[in-house]
């Protein structure tokens, strides 16, 4: 090497194009920064807790990327298992009515000459022909349906036909469709007058003096949605709304994501049952929805099982539940997941039947649901009954009437010694199972 000559590696630091070596402070900074952008990230869902709503809906981009979705949004723990067992009763609509349609065809086929010169005459065929074509309108729908599932939540987080989603409830189908009559036609005007009003009524009672503003700090909870009509009508008076299903979160986003006019949307209700039918035209009305497009309010949805999702203690100023509380499995898990749920001072308003479904672990008579929500720690403060229809078929022959129970109770702001608060029958009147 020669004598003047220096190594490559000293040539390259003397170099005057070489940047500097970053100073200490900089290297602490640039490894202080993940952790600053975190505690400013928490800090922002922080305030957007604290803020109103109305509020934190308006922020610019990028900033309301940051605030849950309202209007039909969607939480990230959307039950898998819930999206699965709905896409798959929803496919197996179309194929099931086609079944069915068959039998009433083939039974058709095995009356007498004289009796089909009668059935002739009455249009009987023609009325068979006509079901046919409404089930398939109906069927289209259902499948828009799964499409809407497929779609908006990342094709179906794996869901396949056939495969997976337990066995098919086509049942659970048809009543889904009797739901978009009862919660957004004008022909459900009646059974929603009848059930919704003591409700919005109480809540405008409860809080009188309050405007619209002053009503988005107040949380409701409305497990049991269904289609999220009475869950809309209460936000639409200003509340901050969560609402929850396990098997209707598709068909309300058709509703609240999916739909740009009145009566955008066509079905046929009541061709699932020929009885009870005034007219044959009744069978095979359509309906047309929805009666209201829904606007922007503080609403958002939750899919999946109630009792896992809302375990979080004192969120909520009241929890509204409509035709309910009888589907529970477990109601004991039910009630105490409502009262955990309640701030001290919040109210349970409930209306529906007790029409136990399934095999419940208890299937409770009235007396009994409301000793046992006294001894989990509820007040009551009212309780009387409504009568109403559900889901009931317009100028039909046959109406199934509720003596729908209707109470408000409320969580005290001072919790009860345990003594007070449990009062569970006494070890002589009790006996194993």
């Not at 004289?114 to 009325?127: D, S, V």
């Not at 929850?244 to 006019?261: G, P």
């Not at 997941?337 to 349970?348: E, H, Q, S």
């Not at 345990?418 to 009790?430: E, H, L, M, T």
Request: proline share 6%; net charge neutral; charged share 20%.
């Amino acid at each position: 090497m020669a004598a003047n000559a220096r190594p490559v590696s000293t040539r390259l630091a003397s170099s005057p194009s070489q940047s500097p070596a970053p100073s200490a402070p900089s290297l602490v900074l640039l490894a202080l920064l993940p952790i600053i952008l975190s505690l400013l990230f928490l800090t922002f869902l922080a305030l957007q807790n604290l803020l109103p709503r109305s509020f934190t809906l308006s922020l610019p981009f990028p900033f309301s990327l940051l605030i849950p979705q309202k209007l039909g949004g969607y939480s990230h723990k959307t039950s898998v298992e819930s999206l699965h067992h709905t896409l798959t009763s929803l496919s197996a609509y179309r194929s099931s009515q086609q079944s069915s349609l068959s039998a009433k065809k083939r039974s058709f086929r095995t009356l007498g000459s004289t009796g089909k010169r009668y059935a002739q005459a009455l249009g009987y065929q023609a009325k068979l022909e006509e079901i046919t074509r409404a089930s398939a309108t109906n069927a289209d729908l259902v499948d828009g349906l799964i499409g809407l599932g497929k779609r908006d939540f990342e094709g179906g987080w794996g869901w396949r036909k056939g495969a997976g989603g337990g066995r098919p409830e086509p049942g659970r189908v048809i009543e889904m469709l009797k739901h978009f009559v009862r919660d957004w036609s004008t022909e459900g005007v009646r059974e929603r007058s009848a059930l919704f009003t003591p409700i919005l009524s109480q809540l405008e009672d409860l809080y009188p003096s309050m405007d619209n503003f002053e009503r988005d700090n107040l949380r409701i909870l409305v497990p049991g949605c269904g289609l999220g009509r009475l869950a809309y009508e209460i936000s639409d008076l200003g509340f901050d709304v969560d609402a929850n299903d396990y098997s209707y979160f598709i068909a309300s986003r058709l509703i609240f994501k999916h739909t740009e006019s009145i009566n955008e949307h066509r079905i046929f209700p009541n061709i699932h049952s020929f009885s009870h039918h005034r007219t044959a035209q009744d069978m095979i009305r359509e309906v047309r929805f929805p009666d209201v497009l829904p606007k922007p309010t503080l609403l958002s949805f939750q899919p999946g099982d109630f009792l896992e999702l809302y375990r979080q203690p004192e969120v909520y100023d009241a929890v509204v539940t409509l035709f309910f509380i009888d589907t529970a499995q477990d109601i004991v898990g039910y009630l105490e997941t409502i009262y955990r749920a309640l701030k001290p001072g919040g109210y349970w308003i409930n209306e529906g039947p007790l029409l136990w479904a399934g095999n419940p672990r208890m299937e409770c008579s009235l007396d009994e649901v409301l000793h046992l929500a006294r001894m989990i720690g509820f007040e009551q403060l009212d309780l009387r009954s409504v009568d109403s229809d559900y889901t009931g078929t317009l100028d039909g022959l046959f109406r199934y009437i509720y003596e729908a129970q209707y109470w408000v109770m409320i969580k005290p702001k001072l919790t009860l010694p345990d003594s007070d608060v449990v009062d569970p029958p006494s070890s002589s009147s009790s006996s194993s199972l």
